[in-house]
């Protein structure tokens, strides 16, 4: 019947509180017996969701378009990459995995492509602050990427997070959503909250692992009815051919195993979240391997009669992959050998015998049964011959300020710092298709170091006047990012002795290629507002305006006015004017309206 008795001194102060109904503060004074009835909160009974900002409200009040996707469903299946997991799981959203595998990145879109020559991933916002998610390089021709180096997929940011962190993520699709980020959400907002110390006063440990096997899918299938012609193709007289599986000889099984554990503990002042994951794995290629380590502290803390939040987070992240699939192309693709190989003949010669001794030149050469100084080589070479190593460091620091100045009105603080340090290493051993290695063999030494600092200022006023609710937050923020590279390239001038591997070796001349990057600074400041105004919990008008100055538009004319973002939605939820069949739950009419638009490229 709601009963119970206390113990407590006469000035103490009763705190009473309950799921889906406002907390209520009763003073003691004197009394014995007290009578206590909570009303309900129809805001937390609905479902809350964190749209842009972080800035938490009523989902059915929205004027545009948002799905939340709770943490569990990112861990069903794990995937290394956590994105790649949202599959089949929003509306709207179209996911494509690189085939780079491990470690690889992944391509989002929300609701289509927006932009022709630009980039369409939407922006990552992690507890309210955007993060990084570029990549050192992506391949974009036959050849490959950054000087013809190979179709390497340098990774994405979304995938160094561990899984086990996120307790939900929220999809802003539309552009009405996303305005408030300006021009770092041209292609929407994909947010993502992450895991805190529990306030129960009780010790949690979570520990999960997983493994994942992996076989090439899809492979063609190949003829056995027409022989070798002109020494390379399959259009010789049909026969009767011996079979030999040399596509399925050349894959292996793939194996993942996923294993994070994490403690989480505190009380109502003090909350205490640590996670530790380990990731290990080897590709459907021999040779390619992974390893990943992610560590992630968080602390919040309430002080002061919970009027002042802090909440400080810690994530480090560091990850190799050995000897990364490409991603596509002709060059350094095993496949094209694969493929053409003529039917009727047996691969496996060439795997155990993918070099022979050069008495000549005194080392072991590349062998085939046809030339080389094309596109196509011995699968077994690039496997064996053609390495690589991709190191990872990243670490990101961010801390939080909430101050509640009045029941109605607070501030809050953020700043964070996203530190990112990439090192490549490939090898071209000696007799490389000519077409992408000199004699002596080809070496690319990269480095590339990216830190983006982020910090904000929002204040939030929420107040109720009779049948009116209003809803106001106006911030201000800045971003800055700044990158520093440096790469060695020997590409076809070779280097000065076969098969050595270091800077000292390449060939500087005019078709080495060397690359810096020193301190290049981007730089944008915003401000902006967002405005909901609702009346008998039933019609709601949202507003936001936002305004970036880029570094971009230095010594332009529009340097003083920058980009202006506005939009304006109206919604209106049917069920609680009207009254509808059982059988229909809800009913929502909303319209909206936004300008948004990519930022000037560097």
């Not at 391997?289 to 002042?308: C, S, V």
């Amino acid at each position: 019947d709601g009963s119970f008795f206390l113990s407590v001194p006469d000035s103490a102060v009763l705190q009473v509180s309950f799921i889906g109904y406002e907390t209520v503060e009763v003073k003691v004074t004197g009394r014995a017996m007290l009578e206590i009835s909570l009303r309900e909160n129809t805001v937390m009974l609905d479902n809350v969701i964190v749209t842009a900002l972080g800035l938490e409200k009523d989902e059915s009040t929205l004027a545009y378009s948002t799905q939340k996707i709770k943490g569990e469903e990112l861990n069903r299946v794990k995937e290394i990459n956590m994105i790649t997991a949202l599959a089949g799981k929003a509306a709207g959203v179209q996911v494509n995995k690189n085939s780079s595998g491990m470690g690889g990145s992944a391509k989002i879109t929300l609701r289509g492509v927006r932009s022709v020559s630009g980039d369409n991933q939407p922006l990552y916002v992690i507890d309210g602050v955007p993060m990084s998610n570029s990549s050192p390089e992506q391949a974009y021709s036959a050849i490959g990427g950054t000087a013809n180096a190979g179709n390497r997929d340098g990774g994405d940011g979304i995938s160094n997070l561990n899984p086990e962190d996120v307790e939900s993520i929220s999809i802003l699709k539309g552009a009405p959503a996303a305005a408030l980020y300006g021009s770092l959400a041209a292609n929407g907002v994909i947010l993502i909250t992450t895991k805190k110390g529990n306030s129960t006063g009780k010790r949690s440990i979570h520990f999960s692992t997983g493994l994942t096997f992996e076989k090439a899918f899809s492979l063609p299938q190949m003829q056995n009815s027409y022989g070798v012609s002109d020494v390379i193709d399959s259009w010789g007289e049909k026969e009767s051919l011996e079979v030999h599986d040399n596509l399925n000889d050349f894959f292996r099984t793939g194996l993942t195993s996923m294993t994070s554990v994490s403690v989480s503990h505190g009380n109502e002042n003090l909350q205490t979240y640590f996670s530790y994951a380990n990731t290990t794995g080897r590709g459907i290629i021999e040779g390619n391997k992974l390893k990943k380590h992610n560590i992630n502290l968080r602390e919040t803390a309430a002080m002061f009669n919970k009027r002042l939040k802090l909440d400080g987070n810690v994530n480090v992240m560091k990850q190799t992959v050995e000897n990364k699939p490409v991603s596509g192309g002709f060059y350094m693709n095993p496949l094209v050998g694969l493929y053409r190989f003529p039917r009727g003949e047996d691969l496996s010669y060439y795997k155990e015998h993918f070099e022979t001794y050069n008495e000549e030149r005194n080392l072991n050469v590349q062998n085939w049964h046809t030339f080389t100084e094309d596109f196509e080589q011995n699968p077994y070479w690039i496997q064996e011959r053609i390495t690589s190593r991709d190191q990872r460091t990243r670490a990101i620091v961010s801390l939080a300020l909430n101050l509640k100045i009045t029941n109605c009105f607070s501030v809050q603080a953020r700043g964070n710092v996203d530190y990112v340090n990439d090192k490549f290493r490939q090898k071209y051993y000696a007799s490389t298709a000519p077409a992408l290695a000199g004699n002596n063999g080809r070496y690319i030494d990269s480095g590339n170091e990216q830190e983006q600092t982020y910090g904000d200022v929002i204040g939030t006023y929420k107040g109720k006047f009779s049948d009116f609710s209003l809803d106001v937050s106006l911030g201000v923020s800045i971003s800055r990012k700044k990158a520093n590279e440096l790469r060695y390239d020997s590409k076809t001038a070779s280097l000065k002795f076969a098969n050595v591997f270091n800077i000292a070796n390449i060939n500087m001349n005019t078709s080495a290629y060397i690359s810096e990057q020193i301190d290049a600074i981007r730089e944008m400041q915003s401000l902006f507002v967002t405005t909901q105004i609702g009346f008998r919990d039933y019609l709601f008008l949202d507003v936001s305006a936002r305004n970036d100055w880029s570094s971009t538009l230095a010594y332009t004319s529009r340097e003083s006015r920058g980009f202006f973002y506005p939009s304006i939605g109206v919604s209106c939820l049917m069920n609680r004017v009207l009254k509808l069949p059982e059988q229909v739950t809800s009913g929502k009419v909303r319209v909206a309206w936004s300008k948004v638009g990519n930022d000037i490229p560097l």
